[in-house]
């Protein structure tokens, strides 16, 4: 005999079943019964096969454990005492069925069904090692594990969550000491527990209840600590890619974060930068960032700032550069010269060599770099770097460089007689790299050719 564990509203739907089998048998009957074929009997019979159909698709799998089979104590839940369907750790530790803690959860019981000891938060952690074990030791035995997925649609949160959510936010708009303890657990919410970053886009208001503080003072009077977390949290808010378009059309949050990268701390910068970077993955983002005028304050963060926030500074300029707009903006801004910069001092070269080969797009970037004497830098870098990529970019952009200024081919060609560079990447560069080296060693030896022939 099995003993079959089933989702609860099962016993409903076998209800239902009977019923409609039961009126199912009286109107068959009945059309064999009688001589005439009756029309509305054979339409009624098609409805009620029609449910039956209906209900069986929707009806839940069950979970069969033959009674011969033992099932080890680990696979089962501590409050069912059944086989685990989708186990979760709880803040005490311990593993339970989700169904079956959230609902003790949702009761107000805070409690550790096992240890006895109060939970401290209700976030349900998959505890994916031990489903990994339940569904193969299921697949050994023959059992048949709906996928937890098939099953429900938990976010991980419960409605005691969705409440404390509510409060801090409702707390950002109370005294100074409330908003500091709510900013700070918001970050820390939205940093670990992903559920939380979407509740951002389930609650209207929620990224102006959020940055309440700001609608009170300027920036440059926000408390350091206050504004950190709070631009950190938006930070971790645009991570979830749902709410990308709804963070970046919120009137206040752009500005907020370009200020953050003029008046914030080390920490507040890199994250500002990293949030602008993380938003900038929509393309009407990029847009609506490029004429908020984020480049500027980006590219002066890229020149002077912390060592630890250049490569934000740097991902976040990446992006919106490759919108033409941006590029002209960022050109006009100072971009070339500070990348070069860096790029002498080998700081970040692989990164800001892709950030100039964009920019060699436009004229007045290459211009400049004719100017600033990159041709030597970027031939330098080809011969040195070990990076496939950075060879590439270093001989698109010479490319550019050298047909748009033909007094740069001196440089080339001296080069190519000194240290064959362009000969050796046209042999073993990507393939990319191999066609831009191949054009400028088939201008050198045409040149070459020419002047035999004078």
Not at 165 to 178: R, V, Y
């Amino acid at each position: 005999m099995a003993n079959s564990g089933v989702f609860e509203g099962d016993s409903g739907m076998v209800a239902k079943a009977t019923e409609l089998k039961n009126e199912l048998q009286k109107i068959v009957k009945a059309i064999v019964d009688e001589d005439d074929i009756n029309v509305d009997a054979i339409d009624k019979t098609q409805q009620i096969l029609g449910a039956l159909k209906e209900l069986k698709l929707k009806k839940p799998i069950s979970l069969e454990v033959d009674d011969t089979v033992e099932v080890p104590e680990e696979f089962k839940c501590p409050i069912s005492k059944e086989l685990m369907r989708d186990p979760v750790i709880i803040s005490t530790g311990q593993t339970y069925d989700r169904p079956f803690i959230e609902t003790r959860l949702n009761a107000g019981n805070r409690l550790c069904p096992k240890t006895q000891h109060v939970i401290s938060h209700t976030f349900l952690t998959p505890n994916n090692l031990i489903r990994e074990m339940i569904t193969s030791w299921c697949k050994n035995h023959g059992i048949k594990l709906p996928d937890c997925v098939q099953r429900s649609n938990y976010d991980g949160l419960t409605k005691t969550d969705r409440d404390h959510f509510i409060t801090l936010l409702e707390n950002m708009s109370e005294n100074l000491s409330a908003q500091r303890d709510a900013a700070k657990e918001l970050r820390e919410l939205t940093k670990s527990v992903p559920s939380f970053r979407a509740l951002f886009g389930e609650y209207p208001n929620a990224i102006v209840q959020l940055l309440f503080p700001f609608s009170q003072k300027p920036s440059s009077e926000i408390l350091s600590s206050l504004q950190e977390d709070l631009i950190t949290t938006l930070l971790n808010i645009s991570i979830h890619d749902d709410n990308k378009k709804l963070v970046a059309e919120e009137p206040i949050v752009i500005p907020l974060l370009v200020d953050a990268l003029r008046t914030g701390t080390a920490a507040t910068m890199g994250n500002g930068a990293a949030a602008l970077f993380s938003l900038s993955a929509l393309d009407s983002n990029k847009e609506r960032i490029g004429k908020s005028g984020a480049l500027k304050p980006l590219i002066d963060l890229l020149d002077d700032g912390h060592p630890e926030v250049i490569k934000d500074a740097a991902s976040a300029i990446f992006n919106l550069c490759i919108n033409r707009e941006n590029k002209v903006r960022a050109v006009r801004d100072g971009a070339v010269r500070v990348i070069l910069k860096k790029i002498v001092r080998r700081i970040l070269v692989d990164e800001l060599l892709s950030i100039l080969a964009m920019l060699s797009s436009i004229q007045k970037a290459i211009e400049e770099m004719g100017e600033l004497e990159a041709v030597p830098c970027l031939l330098c870098i080809i011969r040195e770097s070990a990076c496939d990529r950075s060879k590439e970019n270093c001989i698109a952009i010479l490319h550019t460089i050298c047909f748009s200024d033909p007094t740069k081919w001196k440089e080339i060609r001296n080069e190519e007689s000194t240290y064959r560079t362009i000969s050796q990447l046209a042999q073993s560069g990507t393939s990319r790299a191999k066609r831009k080296a191949g054009v400028i060693l088939e201008r050198l030896n045409r040149a070459v050719n020419l002047t035999h022939t004078a």
